[in-house]
T-cell receptor, first 112, second 111 residues
Framework: NAGVTQTPKFQVLKTGQSMTLQCAQD?????MYWYRQDPGMGLRLIYY???????DKGEVPNGYNVSRLNKREFSLRLESAAPSQTSVYFC???????????FGDGTRLSIL | GENVEQHPSTLSVQEGDSAVIKCTYS??????FPWYKQELGKGPQLIID?????GEKKDQRIAVTLNKTAKHFSLHITETQPEDSAVYFC??????????FGTGTSLTVIP
């Protein structure tokens, strides 16, 4: 039982490049989330999907897009990467909203 | 939106002593308060949680207390061990809404 799997684990991009971070969960959870973690700022929500077919903006959505591909998968896309998007990105899932969230081990993204 | 504040940002204790981390929240409608432990290079892992209809919850050496009137909740770790060294995050949420996390506490247990 893998839980929440994120790929890739590390990535270096140049400013202006695009990429998609992948997330998959095998717990049959309805809700999925994307966070970024920066030093001294805790975890900030980028986007979330309360259920398959829905997505909503979180606290810091600018510069990102998401796709809930199916119940298992929730991807995060950076269309034109900027140095300010250098961060550690975490995907999480929960059975429904307001339930314990299960996190992946993160994607460490550097933008030069 | 909700605002969660967490203190202290760093905490050092001797092995065997107790550690206490405190969080305050602003939204009186928040009703779910989880605590997460994050080890280096890993994602946060839930260690204990509490809902607003309960004032205290314990799980072995870990306990969480909630004061709804004052809008604060605390994590208590007793008989600390070196493997308790990590970053701890509190969070608050309510039904149909997103989680709001504190900024984290780096706990070091000195052998």
């Amino acid at each position: 039982n893998a839980g929440v799997t994120q790929t890739p684990k590390f990535q270096v991009l140049k400013t202006g490049q695009s990429m998609t971070l992948q997330c998959a969960q095998d717990m049959n959870h309805n809700s999925m989330y994307w966070y970024r973690q920066d030093p001294g700022m805790g975890l900030r929500l980028i986007y979330y999907s309360a259920s398959e077919g829905t997505t909503d903006k979180g606290e810091v959505p600018n510069g990102y897009n998401v796709s809930r591909l199916n119940k298992r998968e929730f991807s995060l896309r950076l269309e034109s990467a900027a140095p300010s998007q250098t961060s550690v990105y975490f995907c999480a899932s929960s059975e429904t909203s307001n339930q314990p969230q299960h996190f992946g081990d993160g994607t460490r993204l550097s933008i030069l | 939106g909700e605002n969660v504040e967490q203190h202290p940002s760093t905490l050092s204790v001797q092995e065997g002593d107790s550690a206490v981390i405190k969080c305050t929240y602003s939204d009186s409608a928040s009703n779910y308060f989880p605590w997460y432990k994050q080890e280096l290079g890993k994602g946060p892992q839930l260690i204990i949680d509490i809902r607003s209809n309960v004032g205290e919850k314990k799980d072995q050496r870990i306990a969480v207390t909630l004061n709804k009137t004052a809008k604060h909740f605390s994590l208590h770790i007793t008989e600390t061990q070196p493997e308790d060294s990590a970053v701890y995050f509190c969070a608050a949420s309510r039904a149909g809404n997103q989680f709001y996390f504190g900024t984290g506490t780096s706990l070091t247990v000195i052998p």
